[in-house]
């Protein structure tokens, strides 16, 4: 009997632990999280660790003000379903906050957010 318990236990161990996986984590940003940049980039693109949901997933980036300064709406790579990215506007130098919210295919929802600076001169 103590085996049947042992083998039930961990049963649902493995069971439990399978299902905290499916949340959609970031995995990397481009530009990199917390990183200074010489160059304002064209665009913003995060990477996450599940697909995600398209309808259900947005990215937006604000200036020090709280101003958007993304063109919106995010989109998701069609040829990499865990990729989320969004145009920016031309941008000055500065720090800007990237938003997140998504949805992932298993319908788990997750967010965050992270700031990039654009350093100023040559």
């Known amino acids: 009997m103590t085996g049947l318990r042992a083998m039930v236990a961990l049963a649902t161990l493995l069971l439990l ?3 905290a996986s499916g949340h959609a984590f970031l995995d990397r940003a481009e530009p990199r999280v917390g990183s200074t940049v010489r160059t304002a980039p064209a665009q913003v693109r995060v990477w996450f660790t599940e697909r995600l949901e398209p309808a259900f997933s947005t990215l937006e980036v604000v200036n020090e003000r709280g ?6 709406p995010a989109q998701v790579d069609e040829a990499s379903p865990a990729t989320l990215q969004v ?3 031309p941008i000055e130098p500065g720090t800007y906050r990237v938003k997140w919210r998504v949805l992932s295919v298993d319908t788990h929802v997750t967010e965050g957010d ?3 600076r654009v350093a100023g001169g040559p």
């Open 17 to 19: 632990g399978s299902t």
């Open 67 to 72: 101003e958007r300064v993304d063109t919106g």
């Open 87 to 89: 145009s920016l506007k």
């Open 114 to 116: 992270f700031t990039f």
